[in-house]
Nanobody, 115 residues
């Protein structure tokens, strides 16, 4: 059974940092596509950062230079390092992993950037 669980969200001041983790079970990490999405209140879910099938990271323009996606295949864990956070980064963050043609999602973790 595939399961994704995000952690690391919380309240942070503008300019601060957070590191999100997504622990996966029931999946083997290799070159499968995986990434982070977010959804702010009243908005559609949007891509934040992703590894396409392979190891090349792709970032949304709004987070380029501030966020870094990484993965630990041995631990089947996906990470998102978020620096220089802004109020507009406030959202629920979801991890996504593709496995045997199916896209799996975690339940999400709230990130709030506010002073």
């Amino acid at each position: 059974q595939v399961r994704l669980v995000e952690s690391g969200g919380g309240l942070v001041q503008p300019g601060g940092s957070l590191r999100l983790s997504c622990a996966a079970s029931g999946i083997i990490f290799n070159t499968n596509a995986m990434g982070w999405y977010r959804q702010a209140p009243g908005k559609q879910r949007e891509l934040v950062a992703t590894f396409t099938k392979g190891s090349t990271p792709v970032y949304a323009d709004s987070v380029t230079g501030r966020f870094t996606i990484s993965r630990d295949n041995a631990k089947t864990t996906l990470y998102l390092q978020m620096d220089s956070l802004k109020a507009e980064d406030t959202a629920v963050y979801y991890c996504q992993v593709d496995w045997w043609g199916t896209r799996y999602w975690g339940p999400g973790t709230q990130v709030t950037v506010s002073s």
